[in-house]
């Protein structure tokens, strides 16, 4: 068994009533595959994602890597990555220092820091733009430093939560392929949840649609 499996997860939020987010979700995302969940805002995409990476507790069920169970697995130690919609960039550091941080973070040498920093730079086509504040990037520019920045550390598995939905359709259609491509490159496994079909279609190997919390 290679890969993620997912079984019969359920999250749910305490309070009254507790809101039952995700009632019973399991797939398998194989090594070098991107599965995407579609679905309609409040379908619980984003709640099974946290509970896969391990930011959210699922109250039951399992998330397992390579046959491993991750239950007891903190998220720093999952080495699943994550993207999110607005980015979260670090707003006083520069795009190199974005992409450098979970390096750090892990003990990486100054030398190989920088190199893998360039070698991002090159691959999300930012080049050039080390040393750039955030705050001085376009939308889709942030985007492509919050992949890079989640890529760097070499995640077993890329989480991505609709990640171009803050920007517009034009860029948000070119940068889906860009993104699919980058992927691929890197031979990444990844689970992007969407509310937008098309970019859905472009960036995942294998869509599967989510309703109410359950698989469609
Ligand atoms: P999606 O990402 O598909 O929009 P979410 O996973 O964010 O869906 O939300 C699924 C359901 O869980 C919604 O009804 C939402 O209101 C609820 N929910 C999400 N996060 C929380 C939370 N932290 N506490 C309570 N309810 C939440
Ligand atoms: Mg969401």
Known sequence: MTGLAVRDLHVTYPGTPPVEAVRGVSLD???G???ALLGPSGCGKSSLLAAVVGIVDASGGSVAWDGEDFARVPVHQRGFGLVFQDGQLFPHLTVGANIAFG???SGVGRAARAARVDELLALVGLEGLRDRGVTELSGGQRQRVALARSLAPRPRLLALDEPLSSLD???RSRLAVEVRDILRAEGMTGL???HDPA???VMADRVMRMADGRLA
């Open 103 to 105: 390096l750090e973070m």
């Open 29 to 31: 995302i194989a090594q």
């Open 192 to 194: 992007l949840v969407t």
């Open 199 to 201: 970019e859905a279609e």
């Open 169 to 171: 359709a034009d860029l």
């Open 33 to 35: 595959e991107t599965l």
